[in-house]
């Protein structure tokens, strides 16, 4: 059974670029969710995707957007880079079921660094 | 909106020694999940345990097992015969059961282990 899996493993932009990172799911795993996690700190969520639909946002403005595909593998976009937004992004795929029992399994992130 | 606090930004045990990590939160919520993940230096989280609130039995995972005290909004973890791999970032996440069944995370316990 393959893992959650990540691309690219680093990143640098510079602000006011855009950026796309990617995430394959974990096989048979139909929900993905997305994370920044700042130096020092724990992770926060950014949006879920479940079926190709975002299901939930978390306090991230509009320029952070996703989408997810019929295999559900999933991107992240941020546009407009901001000095702030440097960070490890982390996905993390979800099994069909009761949403809420469900462990959720992270990738080994993209270190993200605006300059 | 749900609030996750690790109050001990660093611990420390010695090897084969036991070690308690704390959390608490903060819910109105009835039915949830709490987990503790592990993130060691390489940065990928690892599931280490969960806990169903509806559950009154303490779960237990080999060396690792909790605390729960459902009414004092507290989920512990205890380490015990600690060894050098268990040496990481510690952090306690809630899942709420309102979808999207969004985790919260604390901000992290770094783990030391001392042979």
């Known amino acids: 059974e393959t893992g959650v899996t990540q691309s690219p493993t680093h990143l640098i932009k510079t602000r006011g670029q855009q950026v796309t990172l990617r995430c394959s799911s974990q096989s048979g795993h139909n929900t993905v969710s997305w994370y920044q996690q700042a130096l020092g700190q724990g992770p926060q969520f950014i949006f879920q995707?479940?079926?190709?639909?975002?299901?939930g946002r978390g306090n991230f403005p509009p320029r952070f957007s996703g989408l997810q595909f019929p295999n559900y593998s999933s991107e992240l976009n941020v546009n407009a880079l901001e000095l702030d937004d440097s960070a490890l992004y982390l996905c993390?795929?979800?099994?069909?079921?009761?949403?809420?029992?469900?462990?959720?399994?992270f990738g080994p992130g993209t270190r993200l660094t605006v300059l | 909106a749900q609030t996750v606090t690790q109050s001990q930004p660093e611990m420390s045990v010695q090897e084969a020694e036991t070690v308690t990590l704390s959390c608490t939160y903060d819910t109105s919520e009835s039915d949830y999940y709490l987990f503790w993940y592990k993130q060691p230096p390489s940065r990928q989280m690892i599931l280490v345990i969960r806990?169903?609130?509806?559950?009154?039995q303490n779960a237990t995972e080999n060396r690792f097992s909790v605390n729960f005290q459902k009414a004092a909004k507290s989920f512990s973890l205890k380490i015990s015969d600690s060894q050098l791999g268990d040496a990481a970032m510690y952090f306690c996440a809630y899942r709420s059961a309102i979808p999207p069944n969004q985790f919260y995370f604390g901000t992290g316990t770094s783990l030391t282990v001392i042979p």
């Open positions: 993390a795929s979800s099994p069909p079921g009761l949403a809420y029992t469900d462990t959720q399994y």
């Open positions: 806990q169903e609130a509806y559950k009154q």
């Open positions: 995707y479940y079926r190709e639909e975002e299901n």
